[in-house]
Nanobody, 120 residues
Framework: VQLQASGGGVVQAGGSLRLSCAAS????????MRWYRQSPGEQRELVAV???????NYADSVKGRFTIFRDNSKNTVYLQMNSLKPEDTAKYYC???????????????WGQGTQVTVSS
């Protein structure tokens, strides 16, 4: 199983970006999907989570600006980021809890990360 993240880049403050992360390989079921971010010298922090049923939760710092959503038919999670601020600059990682086969339990998988840089 692989999680492939894309969509990062350089944007001016106030701009928008959309990240995507697609899970591929042998997959029986995908449960919660998340986006984390990490800046140099900082701990990785949870940005947003979406359950298999579509329920969402966000870090306080991004509420009202970021939207997480998923396409279950494509095993893909997205992060729409609007009104970006310089403090949103970080490497963004996707994470998914999934079962590869019906008789296996849920395991966490990580994408490789995509860099988001917001200039002031």
């Amino acid at each position: 199983v692989q999680l492939q993240a894309s969509g990062g880049g350089v944007v001016q403050a106030g701009g928008s970006l959309r990240l995507s992360c697609a899970a591929s390989g042998t997959i029986f079921q995908v449960n919660a999907m998340r986006w984390y971010r990490q800046s140099p010298g900082e701990q990785r922090e949870l940005v947003a989570v979406v359950t298999s049923g579509g329920s969402t939760n966000y870090a306080d710092s991004v509420k009202g600006r970021f939207t997480i959503f998923r396409d279950n038919s494509k095993n893909t999670v997205y992060l729409q980021m609007n009104s970006l601020k310089p403090e949103d600059t970080a490497k963004y990682y996707c994470n998914a809890d999934l079962r590869r086969l019906s008789w296996l339990g849920t395991e966490p998988y990580w994408g490789q990360g995509t860099q988001v840089t917001v200039s002031s």
